[in-house]
């Protein structure tokens, strides 16, 4: 890759980590970006190289498949990566722990816990070994501080998310990385539309009647975390639509 400064995002392909792209690629950064629908990591791609000079990469990455996860750096050249954007996640289904199907039970705990421990596991050798300030950042929940009815698993996996992003912070204490924790509440992207298997009816009515954080929002958080100064880390932030005060609290217009 060019001189100069690389992200690598999973989960690049909508919502919150093309809007994390964009930014960087704003910021003049070269991209590293994955996630299963390559058509859409490749349209990117092209626009984002062309908008802004940068240097874009990108490959399908399923984060559930152990061994890519643990390769996929390779095809690349193994190249340095300052910054990754564990972003890659998902909710499948909303209803009662005994009613829920186990197979998305699978889906979520294998993407939003596995995928982005085996993830984290192979881009963090990388950083330790160079030696140089580098920068987690785990793309959380409000979920993961506060459970609500009817969405327990998934709740779990943002919980384990959050104690992962504070494990991995003692474990490279020693190291100039930075690791973060951001826990959106209300996001309006693709989330509930694959929550609900397509039904965009009842994705909509999640958004309803309040004005929900953006995509671009959220990288903007990233952002802030990213960029601050050096001996700065962010920890965690956690941020909310204003009519949103925790995770079940939400004030509707209308
Ligand atoms: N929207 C919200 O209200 C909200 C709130 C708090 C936290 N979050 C978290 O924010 C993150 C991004 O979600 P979003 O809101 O931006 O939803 P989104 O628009 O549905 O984007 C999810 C991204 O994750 C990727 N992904 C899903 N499963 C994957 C897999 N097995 N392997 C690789 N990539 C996979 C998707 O790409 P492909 O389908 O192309 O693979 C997509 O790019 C998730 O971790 C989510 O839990 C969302």
Not at 122 to 140: D, F, K, Q, S, Y
Request: glycine content about 10%.
């Amino acid at each position: 890759m060019a001189a100069g400064k690389t992200v690598l995002i999973t989960g690049a392909s909508s919502g919150i980590g093309e809007a994390c792209a964009r930014l960087f690629a704003r910021e003049g950064w070269n991209l590293l970006l994955t996630a299963r629908r390559g058509e859409r990591l490749e349209a990117l791609t092209h626009e984002l190289v062309e908008r802004f000079g940068v240097e874009v990469r990108w490959q399908v990455l399923d984060v559930r498949e152990k061994d890519a996860c643990f390769h996929f750096l390779q095809a690349w050249g193994n190249p340095p990566v300052d910054v990754l954007i564990n972003n890659a996640g998902l909710a499948r289904g909303l209803s009662k722990l005994v009613d829920n199907d186990p197979e998305d039970w699978d889906s979520m705990i294998d993407t939003n816990v596995k995928g982005l421990l085996w993830v984290t596991r192979t881009v963090v050798r990388g950083m330790i070994e160079r030696g140089l300030p580098a920068h987690v950042v785990n793309i959380g929940s409000i979920a993961g501080i506060q459970a609500y009815p009817n969405g327990a698993v998934y709740c779990a996996s943002k919980a384990a998310v959050r104690f992962l992003s504070d494990g991995l912070r003692m474990d490279v204490v020693e190291h100039p990385i930075r690791v973060t924790n951001i826990q959106p509440g209300l996001v309006e992207t693709e989330f509930s539309v694959v929550r609900f298997s397509g039904d965009e009816s009842k994705a909509k009515a999640v958004y309803q009647g309040i004005v929900p954080l953006s995509g671009d929002d959220v990288a903007d958080a990233v952002w802030y975390a990213v960029s601050a100064p050096g001996h700065v880390q962010v920890a965690e932030i956690t941020l909310l639509a204003t009519h949103q005060a925790s995770a079940t609290v939400v004030h509707r217009k209308g």
